[in-house]
C-alpha cells in the first residue's frame, strides 16, 4: 500500500510536469480572496494487520495438519470530509481546515462442523486444539477515524500551467479498533463451552503536518493535481485486552482482564491523492464550484497496539477457562483507501 501510495504521487506528478512542456498557453485560474466550502464523500477501505482471528486446522488426528490463517477482511464504507477555506487579501496565501470521519463495521465467521477439522484462536491451535469438535468462531472489527487539520498554504504557479500549494500546520487525530471475537464448540465429552476475548486500542494524538498539492491545468476549468502530504502525532495510546469465558470446566461465567494499559507513543501519517477536477464560474466570476473526484490512500503507522495471549495452559480452554501462560504486545498500521467526490463553492 505504502509502494501504491508513492509510486502514484511520483506518476501524477510527472504526467503534469511532462504536460506542461507540451504546452505554452497559459490556463491557470487567478485565484480571489474570501471562503470556500469543501463537502466530499469518500468510500473508504480500511485495513490493518491484526485482523487474524483464527486458525483452521484440517485435517485431525494432528500427524499431517494444514493450518489456515481466518481473518476479517473490511469492506468498503462511507466517509465524510468536511473542508473550510479563506483566501486572505493576497489570494495566494491561504488557511484550510478539514475534518475526516470514518466508521466501519465489518464481520466473519468460520465454522468446522461436520468435517474432522478444529477452528481455534490463534493462540491455541495444533494439538492443544484436537478435543474442540463442532468449532465455531466469529469475529467483529470496528474502527472508527476522526482526523482534523489546520494548515497555512502559498500557491506558486511554476510557468503557465502548473501550481503548487506547499503547506504546513497542525494536526490532531483520533483512532480506535475495537475487535470482539468469540469461539464455541464442544470438548472431547459433549460439554459445550463459549470463550469471548474483547480487545480495543484507542491512540489520541496531535502534531505537526506539512505537505504539497501540485496541479496541472488542461483549461482555466480542467485540471488534474496530486498530492503528499504526512503528519506525525505525538499522544496516547491505550490498550485494553478482556476476556469472558464458560464451559464445562468453568459453570459460573468468568472475566479476566489481561491488559489495561496506557503509553506515550509517536505515530507517523502519510497520505496521497490523485485528483481531477472541473471548475463552473457563477454570479459573473464573484463565486465558482468546482466539482472533484479521485483516490486517497492513507496509511497510520503502528496506530494499533494490542496486547493478546501467546501460549494458554493446556486443556483449560477445551473447559472454558481463560488460563493464559504468557503473552505478548503487537502492533499494528492501519491503511485507508478508496475512492471520493467532492462538492466546493467558493463565495
Not at 141 to 161: E, P, R, S, Y
Request: net charge neutral; no cysteine; hydrophobic share 40%.
Amino acid at each position: 500500500m505504502k509502494k501504491a501510495l508513492l509510486s502514484l504521487t511520483i506518476l501524477g506528478f510527472g504526467l503534469t510536469s511532462f504536460a506542461y512542456a507540451s504546452d505554452a498557453v497559459s490556463t491557470i485560474p487567478t485565484p480571489t480572496s474570501g471562503f470556500s466550502v469543501n463537502l466530499t464523500g469518500l468510500y473508504l477501505q480500511p485495513g490493518a494487520n491484526n485482523l487474524n482471528y483464527a486458525v483452521y486446522t484440517h485435517p485431525l488426528p494432528i500427524t499431517t495438519p494444514n493450518w489456515s490463517q481466518v481473518s476479517v477482511k473490511p469492506g468498503y464504507t462511507p466517509a465524510l470530509n468536511l473542508g473550510l477555506q479563506y483566501n486572505f487579501a493576497d489570494p495566494m496565501n491561504k488557511a484550510n481546515i478539514d475534518w475526516l470521519y470514518l466508521s466501519s463495521n465489518s464481520t466473519n465467521s468460520f465454522s468446522s462442523y461436520g468435517v474432522n477439522a478444529s477452528v481455534a484462536p490463534p493462540y491455541y491451535f495444533g494439538p492443544l486444539a484436537q478435543a474442540l469438535v463442532g468449532t465455531n468462531a466469529t469475529s467483529k472489527v470496528q474502527i472508527q477515524l476522526d482526523n482534523i487539520a489546520m494548515t497555512l498554504g502559498h500557491l506558486i504557479n511554476l510557468g503557465l500551467k502548473i501550481q503548487v500549494d506547499p503547506f504546513a500546520g497542525i494536526s490532531g487525530t483520533y483512532l480506535k479498533e475495537d475487535i470482539t471475537s468469540t469461539y464455541m464448540g464442544n470438548d472431547s465429552s459433549a460439554n459445550p463451552y463459549t470463550v469471548t476475548s474483547y480487545n480495543t486500542s484507542k491512540f489520541t494524538g496531535i502534531g505537526p503536518r506539512f505537505g504539497m498539492n501540485g496541479s496541472f491545468f488542461i483549461t482555466n476549468r480542467f485540471a488534474v493535481s496530486a498530492r503528499i502530504a504526512a503528519s506525525l502525532f505525538a499522544g496516547t495510546m491505550r490498550t485494553y485486552t478482556n476476556f469472558s469465558s464458560f464451559g464445562a470446566g468453568n459453570h459460573v461465567a468468568a472475566y479476566t482482564v489481561l491488559a489495561n494499559q496506557s503509553q506515550n507513543r509517536v505515530v507517523p501519517e502519510v497520505d496521497s491523492k490523485l485528483e481531477v477536477s472541473y471548475l463552473i464560474p457563477m454570479r459573473g466570476g464573484k463565486s465558482n464550484l468546482t466539482l472533484a473526484a479521485g483516490y486517497l490512500f492513507s496509511a497510520y503507522v503502528n496506530g494499533i497496539t494490542q496486547v493478546v495471549p501467546t501460549a494458554l495452559v493446556p486443556g483449560a480452554f477445551n473447559g472454558g477457562t481463560l488460563a493464559v501462560e504468557t503473552a505478548g504486545q503487537t502492533q499494528s498500521d492501519l491503511d485507508l483507501n478508496g475512492p471520493y467526490a467532492s462538492l466546493i463553492w467558493k463565495f
